[in-house]
């Protein structure tokens, strides 16, 4: 049975999930807030996770973001009483699975985390099939080595210029400290800004070799985590390294 990981700072909204969940039999945790559900992911494997979305210190939008970075196989669902349309669209955008309002239904929380579960089960069988074919294709010969690089040695995101000869990057005119793993994967994504790239290209462009997709998910997830770092993203950044669920990443152009 999945096991999940419920997120609440009002108490009795957290014990009402877990209660709801464990009689459907789930195997249920509980954390008070965003924090303390990012310290309970890194002890326990979970399936889904499913997160209030307005909380102090790190709200649910945040903690969407650092759980589809870091664990990238893990449903989420968000549920708010404070829901606008923009909301919605940027939860799902950003990863969510589903989302739903308070107060919510019995019947709903079970449905929406039914349906997040059989479509993190799909993509995980589609990952497997994906990873055996990449193996098999390795032990052929026949995996393609990375494209060329471009000519054009300067590439320009609006305030964002990289130097793909000297491996300089600047932001805003300050040099950026990057590891040649960290500009690479930079220089790719900001030659197709707004186009989400998967998996398999970005290893393939960024470590110059080749990567069953899964492995290659979860590979790229740990540089673009240190890139995010060293370009000091925020919510609110223009130059956002987006998560594309099931896909890769995409580099967010200036407004």
């Not at 049975?1 to 700072?9: E, Y």
């Not at 074919?133 to 494209?147: E, I």
């Amino acid at each position: 049975m999945a096991k999940i990981l419920v997120v609440d700072d009002e108490v009795t909204i957290r014990n009402f999930i877990v209660r709801v969940l464990e009689r459907a039999g789930y195997d249920v945790d509980a954390a008070p807030n965003g924090q303390s559900a990012l310290n309970q992911l890194t002890v326990d494997a979970y399936d889904l996770l499913l997160t209030d979305i307005k909380m102090d210190h790190m709200d649910g939008v945040q903690l969407l973001r650092e759980t589809r970075t870091r664990y990238p196989d893990l449903a989420v669902i968000l549920f708010t009483g404070h829901a606008t349309v923009n909301s919605a669209v940027e939860a799902l955008r950003k990863g969510a699975h589903d989302y739903l309002l308070k107060p919510v239904k019995n019947e709903d929380i079970l449905k929406a985390v039914k349906d997040a579960l059989s479509e993190r089960n799909r993509e995980q069988r589609r990952d497997r099939l994906e990873a055996i074919a990449g193996q098999f294709a390795q032990a052929m010969g026949d995996v393609p080595l990375p494209a060329e690089v471009e000519t054009d040695t300067v590439v320009h995101v609006g305030e964002l210029q990289l130097d793909t000869a000297a491996y300089i990057a600047k932001l805003r005119d300050e040099k950026l400290e990057l590891t040649p793993t960290e500009f690479r994967l930079l220089a790719e994504l900001a030659r197709s800004p707004g186009a989400a790239l998967d998996y398999v290209r970005l290893v393939q462009q960024a470590c110059g070799y080749s990567a069953p997709r899964q492995e290659a998910r979860e590979i790229i997830g740990t540089h673009v985590l240190n890139l995010r770092g060293k370009l000091g993203i925020s919510a609110d950044d223009i130059y956002y390294v987006e998560s594309v669920r099931g896909v890769g990443y995409r580099l967010i152009p200036p407004q």
